[in-house]
């Protein structure tokens, strides 16, 4: 299922901010939420493909994909972050 740019932007806010408040307990603004989201869905879908495994195309889908995608990029932001 194709998303449009109103999509993209709702899932990237609900899994940025989900995945803020998983990570750190709160979120971190609605603009860096939503890029955090929505490089998340890349980064998911990535994971995901790699792994065979698909979460689906549906709207849920697609959070559930930027979600786990987002959460892996603020980890791998973390541990930058305590090296340096």
Do not use: C, Q
């Not at 889908?61 to 930058?80: C, D, M, N, P, W």
Request: hydrophobic share 65%; aromatic share 10%; proline share 1%.
């Amino acid at each position: 299922m194709e998303h449009g740019l109103i999509a993209w932007l709702i899932i990237g806010a609900i899994a940025g901010f989900l995945a803020g408040k998983v990570m750190s307990g709160g979120g971190y603004g609605l603009v860096v939420d939503i890029i955090l989201g929505i490089v998340g869905a890349f980064i998911g879908g990535w994971v995901f493909g790699m792994l065979g495994v698909a979460p689906g195309s549906s709207f849920i889908g697609s959070i559930v994909t930027a979600f786990i995608g987002a959460v892996i990029l603020l980890f791998v932001v973390r541990l930058v972050n305590r090296a340096v």
